[in-house]
C-alpha cells in the first residue's frame, strides 16, 4: 500500500470513529425544552369559584434535579 493511501484511511477512521462525539456532545436541549414553561417559575396566589363554593389557591413551581423535571 501507498504510506499516504493507509495516512488518509487512518484519518478518515478516526475523524468516523470521533464524529459521534463532537456531533452529540454539547447538544442538550434540556434549557430549550423547559423554555416555554419559565414564566411558570415561581410562587402563585389565586382565588376561584365555582358550583362546589369558592377558593384560595397557591402553587409553586420550581426546576428540580437539575432542570430534568419540573414541580
Known amino acids: 500500500?501507498?504510506?499516504i493511501n493507509l495516512s488518509h484511511r487512518k484519518l478518515i477512521s478516526t475523524i468516523i470513529l470521533l464524529l459521534p462525539i463532537f456531533a452529540f456532545g454539547q447538544n442538550t436541549k434540556?434549557?430549550?425544552?423547559?423554555?416555554?414553561?419559565?414564566?411558570f417559575i415561581g410562587e402563585?396566589?389565586?382565588k376561584g369559584g365555582g358550583e362546589p363554593g369558592r377558593g384560595d389557591y397557591e402553587r409553586s413551581y420550581k426546576f428540580i434535579y437539575n432542570k430534568k423535571l419540573l414541580r
Open 1 to 3: 500500500m501507498n504510506p
Open 44 to 46: 402563585w396566589t389565586g
Open 30 to 39: 434540556q434549557d430549550s425544552l423547559w423554555k416555554p414553561f419559565n414564566s
